[in-house]
């Protein structure tokens, strides 16, 4: 039985709910961004993201930081912070993996035998 709200539901989005991944990309004629959109696009694509360039900084200020004696706790703070997160998120990409896993090998128990497999001689 349909109601209402079945209906007009797909129409309305509420805070938070749904896809939030959010693409950083200069736009063309921006008078905020500095630089060069095509070439900001292609160090991101081609070199590193956004993250891992503000990682290397990160582990630059670290290194001077223990090197002289300086300390950063902010700095010290928020590495400790984006590892906590990677490391959530590993747990819960392998906990995504055996799911999906686990439900192939329920549908297709074949299929389930070549991606194990394959995943072995990928190592």
Do not use: C, N
């Not at 209402?4 to 805070?15: T, Y």
């Not at 997160?85 to 590993?90: P, R, T, Y």
């Amino acid at each position: 039985m349909l109601t209402p709200f079945d209906i007009w539901a797909p129409m309305f989005r509420a805070p938070f709910s749904g896809d939030v991944t959010q693409e950083i990309t200069p736009r063309f004629f921006s008078p905020d961004i500095q630089g060069i959109p095509e070439i900001e696009h292609k160090v991101q694509t081609e070199v590193a993201s956004y993250g891992k360039q503000l990682g290397k900084i990160l582990e630059a200020l670290q290194t001077l930081s223990k090197a002289t004696d300086t300390p950063l706790p902010e700095i010290d703070t928020l590495v400790t912070e984006i590892e906590a997160i990677k490391d959530e998120s590993k747990a819960s990409f392998k906990d995504d993996a055996v799911a999906a896993l686990d439900r192939l090998r329920k549908a297709d128990k074949d299929a389930w035998q070549d991606v194990v497999a394959t995943a072995r001689t990928a190592e």
